[in-house]
């Protein structure tokens, strides 16, 4: 796996990306047409939140990438100097506060037969843009979601653990939401139960616990959800994860949802249900937030 070099800052503005550890302008930047990312969407992503030069919870998200790689037998051994040429990646693009950090990995150029062969020379970009957290006033307002009547997630797929380069089920998804003038839309999986929203997982306050889908439901286990798990197993607090049919969602007090963007954000409606209360959802993101800086209490 290339790891890349340390160079000299670019001299002009522009967009950088990085390349099988090459930092490039991004209009010079080059795949082959017989990448089989592009081909077969034969790959994994993940997207991540950068804050003044470091990414938080990087190792987590590349452990489940190397989880995912080693499912699909693509290798991926991200070298010590990685964390760095992402630092570098930032800084060339003039990213010192906020931004968003996306690796996308593929089985590189299609050499072998149609499956899942072992590659010896796999595709590695890295993207940086801005990203810009919602203020106060839209976090109250919350999202405004529907459940998805007819597409579902298919828990017995192989693959609805693993986050892959074939996103077209979740665009479909979010697309249909947005032409009904939704902002996300929830997916159920073939049972009619509740599984996941489009880019973000869902938990629901109900009966005064806290609860959100279990992974057998069909979802990708996110990676804010992971963390915010361990917050409250460590406070004697444990969030159940549930099997649960989307109806109960009209008798819950609070729903939010996470990723690594947003972290926590509200749910303000599903479809015809309001959610007007955020006590709850304000005070555990209040404690992700103090979890998340104590472990750059260095920075």
Not at 54 to 81: C, Q, T, W, Y
Request: with cysteine.
């Amino acid at each position: 796996m290339p790891t890349g070099t340390m160079k000299p800052g670019p001299e002009k503005a522009e967009t950088w990306v990085a390349v099988n550890g090459r930092i490039v302008p991004e209009a010079e930047a080059c795949l082959t047409p017989s990448d089989r990312g592009f081909l077969y969407g034969d790959g994994l992503f993940e997207t991540m939140k950068a804050r003044h030069g470091r990414v938080d919870f990087l190792e987590k998200h590349l452990d489940r990438m190397r989880e995912g790689a080693r499912d699909l037998a693509i290798p991926f051994s991200p070298a010590p100097s990685f964390p760095a040429l992402i630092q570098q990646l930032l800084d060339w693009n003039g990213l010192h506060e906020t931004a968003s950090v996306k690796i996308c990995l593929s089985r590189g150029t299609h050499k072998g037969p149609l499956s899942l062969y072992e590659s010896a020379e796999p595709t590695l970009v890295i993207f940086a843009r801005a990203w810009e957290e919602p203020d106060p006033d839209r976090w109250e307002r919350g999202l405004e979601i529907t459940v998805e009547k007819e597409i579902r997630q298919n828990r017995f797929s192989g693959i609805c653990h693993l986050k892959t380069l074939n996103y077209l089920p979740y665009l479909l998804t979010r697309t249909r939401a947005g032409h009904a003038g939704f902002e996300e839309a929830i997916l159920l999986n073939g049972e009619g139960s509740l599984c996941e929203c489009t880019a973000a997982n869902i938990f629901f306050f109900r009966q005064g616990q806290l609860e959100t889908p279990a992974a057998s439901c069909g979802l990708l286990p996110g990676i804010t959800r992971a963390v915010l798990l361990e917050i409250l197993d460590g406070n004697g607090t444990p969030a159940r994860e549930v099997t649960r049919p989307a109806e109960i969602l009209a008798a819950c007090e609070e729903i939010f949802v996470t990723n690594s963007l947003l972290e926590i954000m509200p749910v303000g409606r599903v479809d015809g249900h309001h959610f007007p209360r955020r006590e709850q959802t304000r005070e555990l993101r209040d404690r992700f937030r103090s979890f998340r800086n104590t472990l750059y209490s260095d920075a």
